[in-house]
T-cell receptor, first 114, second 111 residues
């Protein structure tokens, strides 16, 4: 079974631009969660989508948004990029049911904002 | 407000000895706890979990202990191996809720 894939793996943008990151979950998984990892902050939860609906949301500004498609693939968008948005963005998938918490992570997208 | 804290950013142990990684939480409503391991350039991988109705869960060399009164959990790795060198994250959640992660502890196991 293929794992969680994320594209692109690396991205360099400048302040003010916007970016879209993509995540393909494990086949059969309906829940996709997004996290931001920065040094010293651990993994900060952004949002979770289940069956194309946002089910949970973290404490990030509205510049961070996401969506999920009918095939469970998910995209995350960050508008008006700031230097502080430089981070590793991870997505994780799960079945979304009782095993929701046992999430499987992708390798991440490393975003650098200059 | 950091609801899940890992106060030791790094830990170094000798191969064959025990590694103990600690995690504290503040929200008494958390009912499920997990440990993830992360190698560089890879996403975190699930290691072991424990429900709040238990105080211990064991899987091979890995054991997680939960002390609800102290709001503390720990991960024991016995014996430690060089391949265990990684960053370890603890996480907690309420039923159906989002996972809250700690900051991570970097474990280094020296041969």
């Amino acid at each position: 079974k293929a794992g969680v894939t994320q594209t692109p793996r690396y991205l360099i943008k400048t302040r003010g631009q916007q970016v879209t990151l993509s995540c393909s979950p494990i086949s059969g998984h309906r829940s996709v969660s997004w996290y931001q990892q920065t040094p010293g902050q651990g993994l900060q939860f952004l949002f979770e989508y289940f069956s194309e609906t946002q089910r949970n949301k973290g404490n990030f500004p509205g510049r961070f948004s996401g969506r999920q498609f009918s095939n469970s693939r998910s995209e995350m968008n960050v508008s008006t990029l700031e230097l502080g948005d430089s981070a590793l963005y991870l997505c994780a998938s799960s079945t979304g049911g009782a095993s929701y918490n046992e999430q499987f992570f992708g390798p991440g997208t490393r975003l650098t904002v200059l | 407000d950091q609801q899940v804290k890992q106060n030791s950013p790094s830990l170094s142990v000798q191969e064959g000895r025990i590694s103990i990684l600690n995690c504290d939480y503040t929200n008494s409503m958390f009912d499920y706890f997990l440990w993830y391991k992360k190698y560089p350039a890879e996403g975190p991988t699930f290691l072991i979990s424990i429900s709040s109705i238990k105080d211990k869960n064991e899987d091979g060399r890995f054991t997680v202990f939960l002390n609800k009164s102290a709001k503390h959990l720990s991960l024991h790795i016995v014996p430690s191996q060089p391949g265990d060198s990684a960053v370890y994250f603890c996480a907690a959640s309420r039923q159906g809720g989002k996972l809250i992660f700690g900051q991570g502890t970097e474990l280094s196991v020296k041969p």
